[in-house]
């Protein structure tokens, strides 16, 4: 009568010991049924999720950014993302590049930029140093010490939209018994940050 050895491996990833037969090798182990992946459903990539070019190898931007052209009669009169940005609490923002209609402009339009909501941010970027579009201080646009903004080429300013200021004002104490609003506005886009630069 003929007598045979029976094999017993362990599986490489559970450690629980089989018969060789139950074991298969995949990705290089021997591995149980149960700790087997199931290859039929790994999805391969279809080509049309490919990036159509090496980016590895170009520093060019696939998508150049909007530039909006502004008229000194109309202003910002409308909120537009140039790029998508995640929504963190409600808050929306926005990052405008803008070019004016023709030549160096201000904005005369009432209000010089459209309302928003509590906490926006937007931030407008000029784009030539020829068409360049300057913002001045006004009832409902609060701009550091009251300094307008030139936009040229790379010039950048940042708002936050403020539906609370109900006293205080720029060169006066925020804190004061005998506050005023802004032109008599309880809301205003406020001046966080601007950045004179070049592209």
Same mark, same amino acid.
């Given at each position: 009568?003929?007598?045979?050895?029976?094999?017993?491996?362990?599986?490489?990833?559970?450690?629980?010991?089989?018969?060789?037969?139950?074991?298969?090798?995949?990705?290089?182990?021997?591995?149980?049924?149960?700790?087997?992946?199931?290859?039929?459903?790994?999805?391969?990539?279809?080509?049309?999720?490919?990036?159509?070019?090496?980016?590895?190898?170009?520093?060019?931007?696939?998508?150049?950014?909007?530039?909006?052209?502004?008229?000194?009669?109309?202003?910002?009169?409308?909120?537009?993302?140039?790029?998508?940005?995640?929504?963190?609490?409600?808050?929306? %923002?926005?990052?405008?590049? +803008?070019?004016?209609? $023709?030549?160096? *402009? =201000?904005? #005369?339009?009432?209000?010089?930029?459209?309302? @928003?909501?509590?906490?926006?941010?937007?931030?407008?970027?000029?784009?030539?140093?020829?068409?360049?579009?300057?913002?001045?201080?006004?009832?409902?646009?609060?701009?550091? %010490?009251?300094?307008?903004? +030139?936009?040229?080429? $790379?010039?950048? *300013? =940042?708002? #936050?939209?403020?539906?609370?200021?109900?006293? @205080?004002?720029?060169?006066?104490?925020?804190?004061?018994?005998?506050?005023?609003?802004?032109?008599?506005?309880?809301?205003?886009?406020?001046?966080?940050?601007?950045?004179?630069?070049?592209?």
């Amino acid at each position: 009568m003929r007598t045979t050895t029976l094999q017993l491996y362990d599986c490489d990833r559970c450690g629980f010991t089989y018969k060789k037969m139950q074991l298969k090798r995949q990705r290089g182990m021997l591995l149980c049924e149960d700790c087997r992946d199931n290859l039929k459903k790994i999805i391969t990539p279809k080509p049309r999720w490919s990036s159509p070019r090496d980016n590895s190898l170009t520093t060019v931007p696939v998508n150049n950014p909007t530039v909006y052209t502004i008229s000194a009669a109309t202003g910002i009169n409308a909120l537009r993302q140039s790029r998508d940005y995640d929504h963190e609490g409600g808050r929306r %923002n926005f990052h405008m590049y +803008v070019v004016s209609d $023709g030549g160096a *402009i =201000t904005v #005369v339009a009432d209000p010089p930029i459209v309302a @928003g909501l509590q906490g926006d941010i937007l931030s407008l970027t000029g784009t030539s140093d020829t068409d360049t579009v300057q913002i001045n201080d006004a009832d409902t646009v609060a701009l550091i %010490n009251g300094y307008p903004a +030139v936009l040229g080429s $790379g010039d950048t *300013i =940042t708002f #936050v939209y403020n539906t609370t200021l109900t006293s @205080g004002g720029w060169g006066v104490s925020l804190w004061g018994s005998t506050g005023y609003g802004f032109g008599g506005q309880d809301y205003a886009w406020v001046e966080t940050s601007r950045t004179k630069g070049g592209f």
